[in-house]
């Protein structure tokens, strides 16, 4: 079987791409350091996921199915979330064009014209008017001596995964801020239900005043004060109405819904119970954390970068070839006689730029650097975001503790103040006074555990998300 010359120039460029060297630079994760436990894990007990563990459904632990129905909606309808995988997809696309430089480029013309030559020229043709018919196809291919498509294809292809772990990223983001605004919503019903009560408190008191100064038992003082405490409360009660509505506009953004067409009915608090969450160890935090692993993607297309720059110090090598048909006359382009081709190399190598191609080089260096030095921030960053959650969540689960102790205190002080001021042993600013007590230590409970819910969401965040069941453990 005899072998065209063609096959063969082929085959051997093929053979130099499979020999040829990268100039890119051998690329390794940048180096960060990774403490070996948290600072502030106190008492929680590591977990230990698997590699690739998946993030799921991890709003479940909080065993609330309204939130559920709302993280659902966040998958489906929330529009930054669609515009992130769209970036993902023209990201993954760009990755399959710069594939296609692995293959040859074949293209196909077809021409048809009539052209007329002067009658002035020097040697005027006997034949002046003329057709020209082509049916010709090229192909061009570039030998990648040095590595240039190939990392230009590993550059390409480690952006489109960094975009994968950005879309990650985004929806654990999104979901988290969503899990957020829903438990502060939640906390303002509290908060609500709280101000609500000491409105009709207040309101019972000051007609209670109002009665007995005009049965001369107390002064104009007092009515006074009792109006001033009625119509502050009222002021905090509207308040946190208009926070509580702001809010689930919020959220309905987030679940692609119009603020006009979403409402959520009221829900203290203190009816969730969110489960504890596990604690995975600092190391596994590089696996799991989305924005980590598109920091050290960006930064391996970085380093291919390099490659493709210090490639253009070096000569091209491209082959090209061509095979078609022309002729001046339609009826014998299909003939023998009309055939036609072509095949050969061509090289080109710059010999002066002005320091144009040193300075790419320099530029792809200092752009690998930057990246780099991204990542380890971003890890470092990663590890504030769970040392910072862990110690608020220790800390607000003693506040917990002592400012339920201190409402508790507060409620027994305006019941003493009351049958005090009813038994006519004390003014009514006795009663003012512990009824403010009473409604800030009662406040800011519910705010505490509003806080504490939302760092329990934002400790998960920052572990990169949830886990399957099994893994997660109750703390002693």
């Given at each position: 079987?005899?072998?065209?010359?063609?096959?063969?120039?082929?085959?051997?460029?093929?053979?130099?791409?499979?020999?040829?060297?990268?100039?890119?630079?051998?690329?390794?994760?940048?180096?960060?350091?990774?403490?070996?436990?948290?600072?502030?894990?106190?008492?929680?007990?590591?977990?230990?996921?698997?590699?690739?563990?998946?993030?799921?459904?991890?709003?479940?632990?909080?065993?609330?199915?309204?939130?559920?129905?709302?993280?659902?909606?966040?998958?489906?309808?929330?529009?930054?979330?669609?515009?992130?995988?769209?970036?993902?997809?023209?990201?993954?696309?760009?990755?399959?064009?710069?594939?296609?430089?692995?293959?040859?480029?074949?293209?196909?013309?077809?021409?048809?014209?009539?052209?007329?030559?002067?009658?002035?020229?020097?040697?005027?043709?006997?034949?002046?008017?003329?057709?020209?018919?082509?049916?010709?196809?090229?192909?061009?291919?570039?030998?990648?001596?040095?590595?240039?498509?190939?990392?230009?294809?590993?550059?390409?292809?480690?952006?489109?995964?960094?975009?994968?772990?950005?879309?990650?990223?985004?929806?654990?983001?999104?979901?988290?801020?969503?899990?957020?605004?829903?438990?502060?919503?939640?906390?303002?019903?509290?908060?609500?239900?709280?101000?609500?009560?000491?409105?009709?408190?207040?309101?019972?008191?000051?007609?209670?005043?109002?009665?007995?100064?005009?049965?001369?038992?107390?002064?104009?003082?007092?009515?006074?004060?009792?109006?001033?405490?009625?119509?502050?409360?009222?002021?905090?009660?509207?308040?946190?109405?208009?926070?509580?509505?702001?809010?689930?506009?919020?959220?309905?953004?987030?679940?692609?819904?119009?603020?006009?067409?979403?409402?959520?009915?009221?829900?203290?608090?203190?009816?969730?119970?969110?489960?504890?969450?596990?604690?995975?160890?600092?190391s596994t935090l590089l696996e799991r954390r989305p924005?980590?692993?598109?920091?050290?993607?960006?930064?391996?297309?970085?380093?291919?970068?390099?490659?493709?720059?210090?490639?253009?110090?070096?000569?091209?090598?491209?082959?090209?070839?061509?095979?078609?048909?022309?002729?001046?006359?339609?009826?014998?382009?299909?003939?023998?006689?009309?055939?036609?081709?072509?095949?050969?190399?061509?090289?080109?190598?710059?010999?002066?730029?002005?320091?144009?191609?040193?300075?790419?080089?320099?530029?792809?260096?200092?752009?690998?650097?930057?990246?780099?030095?991204?990542?380890?921030?971003t890890v470092l960053e990663a590890l504030q975001d769970?040392?910072?959650?862990?110690?608020?969540?220790?800390?607000?689960?003693?506040?917990?503790?002592?400012?339920?102790?201190?409402?508790?205190?507060?409620?027994?002080?305006?019941?003493?103040?009351?049958?005090?001021?009813?038994?006519?042993?004390?003014?009514?600013?006795?009663?003012?006074?512990?009824?403010?007590?009473?409604?800030?230590?009662?406040?800011?409970?519910?705010?505490?555990?509003?806080?504490?819910?939302?760092?329990?969401?934002?400790?998960?965040?920052?572990?990169?998300?949830?886990?399957?069941?099994?893994?997660?453990?109750?703390?002693?």
């Amino acid at each position: 079987m005899k072998v065209s010359l063609s096959y063969r120039v082929f085959v051997l460029a093929y053979a130099i791409n499979l020999a040829a060297c990268s100039l890119a630079p051998d690329y390794q994760v940048p180096s960060v350091s990774i403490p070996a436990v948290y600072k502030e894990a106190g008492d929680w007990l590591p977990a230990q996921p698997a590699d690739g563990a998946p993030r799921g459904l991890w709003w479940h632990v909080f065993n609330d199915p309204e939130l559920n129905a709302l993280e659902e909606k966040v998958t489906t309808a929330n529009q930054n979330l669609k515009i992130a995988f769209a970036q993902y997809q023209q990201a993954h696309d760009t990755a399959r064009a710069a594939r296609s430089a692995y293959f040859p480029l074949v293209t196909g013309t077809a021409q048809a014209s009539r052209q007329k030559s002067s009658g002035n020229l020097a040697n005027t043709p006997s034949v002046r008017t003329s057709n020209d018919f082509l049916l010709q196809g090229d192909l061009s291919y570039e030998v990648d001596l040095w590595g240039r498509v190939r990392n230009l294809v590993a550059a390409n292809e480690a952006e489109a995964q960094a975009s994968a772990a950005d879309l990650a990223s985004i929806d654990l983001s999104l979901h988290a801020e969503l899990a957020s605004d829903y438990f502060t919503l939640r906390g303002d019903d509290t908060q609500q239900m709280i101000l609500d009560l000491t409105v009709q408190d207040d309101q019972a008191d000051f007609d209670l005043t109002r009665d007995r100064y005009r049965g001369g038992v107390v002064s104009e003082l007092d009515v006074n004060q009792a109006e001033t405490q009625l119509e502050t409360a009222k002021t905090q009660a509207e308040d946190m109405r208009l926070q509580r509505a702001q809010l689930e506009h919020a959220i309905a953004i987030l679940t692609g819904a119009a603020p006009a067409d979403f409402s959520l009915a009221a829900h203290p608090l203190d009816t969730v119970q969110p489960k504890p969450v596990a604690l995975n160890l600092p190391s596994t935090l590089l696996e799991r954390r989305p924005d980590i692993a598109a920091a050290e993607r960006r930064a391996a297309a970085a380093n291919a970068e390099i490659g493709i720059a210090r490639a253009a110090w070096f000569p091209s090598l491209n082959i090209g070839a061509a095979l078609g048909l022309e002729s001046a006359s339609l009826s014998n382009l299909v003939s023998a006689p009309s055939s036609l081709w072509a095949l050969g190399p061509s090289s080109a190598l710059t010999i002066l730029d002005a320091g144009r191609i040193d300075a790419l080089s320099d530029e792809a260096r200092a752009a690998y650097d930057q990246s780099a030095a991204s990542y380890r921030e971003t890890v470092l960053e990663a590890l504030q975001d769970v040392e910072d959650n862990l110690a608020a969540m220790r800390q607000l689960e003693h506040e917990q503790q002592s400012q339920s102790n201190a409402s508790a205190a507060a409620k027994r002080a305006l019941k003493n103040a009351e049958d005090l001021y009813k038994g006519g042993a004390t003014t009514y600013i006795d009663v003012v006074v512990a009824e403010n007590a009473t409604l800030q230590a009662q406040i800011s409970l519910a705010n505490i555990q509003t806080r504490y819910t939302v760092a329990q969401v934002q400790l998960i965040k920052a572990l990169g998300g949830g886990w399957q069941a099994s893994d997660l453990k109750d703390r002693d």
